[in-house]
């Protein structure tokens, strides 16, 4: 928790400290008023007092409620203004600090935990934050200020309090020991509820097409009600202390008036008012320590909670990602939009075994090459390393004559065009879909955006729809086909200009016709641009300079269509797979 809390700015600490202030002048005035209390039981009592005297006690309890009222209100907008400041940067850090993991680091924690550390548990924090100012401060300020003020005033007395505050301490501890696992365990809980939610809304359709609902709603069932039955257990616990914490307060106010009339009772003539006065000032006295342990108690229903998320995000924070990144901008002139890749080697995290083997070749500029095999093979794998979105574990990628690992991310990025395997729409027009992100060019102007899907073959369904280039896209393209969202996929990347075209099975959602005229039309447009192209269709590698056919992770031949076919026994399986003789021959 402390770790967190470090990470609050200078100004946040001179608005702590300034509340620290107006605390320390409420506590003040609070236990002020008992003097003043003692004060008109003392005239009330002793014959021929004035009445001015009594109504100027009163004015100053009055002064001191009306004071301690405004200091209360200044330390709640300087808490609040605190709490709020400090989870918008801890978001902040959060998102920037998950946004430049590698893909290695996102499994790690898994993006329902993701997002309940950026929201939830921020909350928590939030909330510990205005409330521990309010209270966590201001409670052991009043407690010893108030033993301090009472100290002198009662053996007798102090003994009642001190064992009242013994059983009050037993009462946490135990509560503590049974509530704290549940606290710890309550976020890893709301990991696997949003988990559960995020799965049943991404495959609906999936859901819906297998009659799973059913299926569905048991797993949210489960993880709901272990969620649930977590709170409930926390909340009894809780529950338990309010009562006797109200039990030991009246307790405490019957044992001192108990042996304050005992005193009184053996006292001579002259001690009673004095005994009678100092009951008083002690009960008032005594109810502020057990208020300011009742303040700290509130604060243990928060704070166990709240250092579990400080951990969370913490282990966020200090994660670090485990690709450095170089400074370089630029290739080797004369290198550039060339890709080489040298016996370049992979295995992801705790596998037992590569996924690639060995891997070698190389694409110069302005060539395609090709990637086929059978599901699993890695092919996706391999052209994931050339932007980095793993890295290799053994062998050099090169790019421009130069290892990916020595480029500056950005700049390496601003060097491809990538579209993947699943094409992602993400909320806004078609326009800032297709100029999306910053190629380092500066900004996309309108004619770039329609040139772009012009040669994804897009301007047919885009041009019909109500805005045209500024119709609206849904939330991951809910309001388009799949054909439609891999071409403005595919005007994506195009419209960055980059050396290197990346495309993940980027056609499969296309007809054949569509596939052939986009492919004609991107080889014209973009014929100084190196490609890259993974897929499961012959006809869509036809005509690539390079094919590379993979088999186990592992290259089982290399060359062109025909060189292929005459070549290598898995590409002819493939090809005879989807194509007849006559058009192998062709």
């Known amino acids: 928790m402390l770790k967190i809390l470090k990470r609050l700015n200078r100004r946040e600490w001179v608005q702590a400290g300034i509340s620290l202030i107006f605390i320390v002048a409420q506590v003040w005035l609070d236990l002020k008023l008992p003097d003043y209390m ?73 993006t329902a935990s993701l997002i309940t550390r950026s929201t939830n548990d921020v909350t928590q924090i939030q909330v510990l934050i205005t409330m521990g100012l309010q209270m966590l401060v201001k409670a052991p300020i009043m407690a010893v200020w108030a033993v301090t003020k009472i100290s002198g005033k009662g053996l007798e007395w102090t003994a009642a309090t001190g064992i009242t505050v013994l059983i009050l301490v037993v009462m946490i501890g135990i509560l503590m020991s049974l509530v704290l696992p549940k606290f710890k365990k309550m976020q890893i809980l709301t990991d696997n509820l949003n988990r559960v939610t995020m799965e049943n809304l991404s495959g609906l359709r999936v859901v819906r097409a297998y009659n799973a609902e059913g299926y569905q709603e048991d797993k949210f069932e489960e993880a709901n009600g272990e969620l649930t039955a977590a709170q409930l257990y926390t909340s009894r616990g809780m529950a338990v202390m309010l009562p006797v914490m109200y039990l030991l307060m009246s307790g405490l106010t019957l044992a001192v008036y108990w042996i304050g009339a005992y005193l009184i009772n053996g006292a001579g003539i002259m001690d009673k008012l004095t005994i009678f006065s100092n009951m008083v000032v002690f009960s008032a006295y005594a109810m502020q320590i057990i208020m300011s342990f009742m303040m700290v108690v509130m604060l243990f229903v928060l704070l166990p909670r709240a250092a579990v998320s400080a951990n969370r995000i913490n282990e966020v924070l200090d994660t670090q990602t485990s690709m450095r990144e170089g400074t370089l901008t630029e290739g080797i002139p004369g290198q550039e939009g060339e890709i080489t890749f040298k016996n370049v080697s992979f295995r992801y995290p705790g596998a037992e075994d590569d996924v690639l083997h ?229």
């Open 38 to 110: 003692s004060e008109i039981t003392r005239l009330t009592q002793t014959p021929g007092s004035d009445m001015a005297d009594i109504w100027i006690a009163g004015g100053y309890m009055v002064l001191c409620a009306l004071g301690s009222f405004a200091a209360a209100v200044v330390v709640g907008f300087f808490a609040s203004r605190i709490a709020a400041s400090f989870s918008m940067r801890l978001r902040s850090l959060l998102f920037n600090q998950v946004d430049s993991f590698s893909m290695e680091e996102i499994s790690r924690f898994s």
């Open 358 to 586: 060995d891997i070698s070749f190389s694409v110069k500029k302005g060539e395609t090459v090709a990637f086929i095999g059978s599901t699993g093979s890695g092919k996706s794998t391999l052209i994931n390393l050339v932007p980095r979105f793993i890295d290799a574990t053994e062998g050099d990628i090169l790019v421009g004559g130069v290892n990916v690992k020595e480029y500056a991310q950005e700049a390496l990025n601003n060097k491809i065009g990538y579209v993947p395997q699943k094409a992602v729409m993400f909320k806004g027009t078609v326009s800032t879909n297709v100029a999306f992100g910053d190629s380092g060019l500066g900004e996309t102007s309108e004619s770039e955006v329609k040139r772009a899907v012009r040669i994804a073959q897009g301007s047919d369904f885009v041009e019909k729809m109500e805005g045209e280039y500024e119709a609206e896209i849904a939330q991951g393209g809910s309001n388009v086909s799949g054909g439609q969202k891999q071409r403005l996929a595919i005007a994506r990347a195009i419209c960055r200009n980059p050396e290197i075209y990346i495309f993940d099975d980027s056609f499969s959602a296309l007809d054949y016709k569509t596939d052939r005229m986009l492919r004609l039309e991107l080889k014209r447009e973009t014929s100084g641009a190196t490609s890259m192209i993974v897929a499961q269709r012959i006809g869509t590698i036809l005509d690539a300079d390079q094919i590379i056919v993979l088999e186990d992770g592992r290259i089982v031949g290399k060359g062109t269509h025909r060189e292929l076919l005459s070549s290598c026994e898995v590409y002819r399986e493939i090809a005879m797979s989807q194509l007849s003789e006559e058009e192998l021959a062709v």
